[in-house]
């Protein structure tokens, strides 16, 4: 069984946690999850540890609930907003002599997802969609650019969480080609803003 590392699940276990201020409690949350994954990669047995990247309400939880849940790793489930946070969390895995694989799911339709987005119970500003959305993209680029030997999975998901998502695995020729395949998919959070707007 997967070790599963969630700052969303931890944040549920604060003092005074509400749903309706999720946004609140991110920050403490995700501090408490950095600092279980540091603990993880240096005590646990484990040999893999693979790190989820990719916008709010995009499917990650599902994805590893379906595909990644009865494999011995450490999953650490969340957006991966910063190329810098990326680098700390891989640098501690590779010092703890762990493999590292990055698994980045982005969704199909940012519509869907937006809508998905709207009608979680968790709520936060539209802003934190077009955020993660935006950021994730950035630092899947720069870790593909940067960390040529570390494993990189793309996931497009279909469909809506809860609503029995499905997920592609895409595949590239080349370490090229999924960069070049990343550089086309970076959006602003402008870009995306628009996107769903006139979609």
Request: some cysteine.
């Amino acid at each position: 069984m997967a070790y599963i590392i969630s700052a969303d699940e931890i944040k549920k276990t604060l003092q005074g946690y509400d749903p309706e201020r999720s946004e609140e409690f991110h920050s403490a949350s995700a501090k408490l999850a950095d600092k279980a994954f540091a603990q993880a990669v240096k005590e646990r047995s484990e040999e893999t540890v693979i790190l989820m990247c990719g916008g709010s309400a995009s499917g990650k939880s599902e994805y590893v609930s379906v595909y990644l849940e009865d494999k011995p790793v450490i999953i650490l489930d969340g957006t991966l907003p910063t190329f810098e946070g990326a680098k700390i969390k891989i640098g501690k895995a590779l010092r703890a002599g762990k493999a590292v694989e990055v698994h980045c799911v982005m969704p199909e339709s940012l519509l869907v997802a937006f809508v998905a987005f709207l009608n979680r119970e968790r709520k936060f500003p539209v802003e934190h969609f077009y955020r993660t959305h935006s950021s994730s993209r950035r630092t899947i680029l720069q870790v593909a650019k940067h960390f040529p030997n570390i494993e990189i999975k793309l996931i497009t998901s279909h469909g809506a969480e809860g609503s029995g998502m499905s997920f592609t695995e895409m595949e590239f020729e080349s370490r090229g080609a999924l960069i070049e395949f990343l550089e086309s998919q970076q959006y602003t959070e402008v870009d995306i803003r628009n996107k769903i707007h006139h979609g």
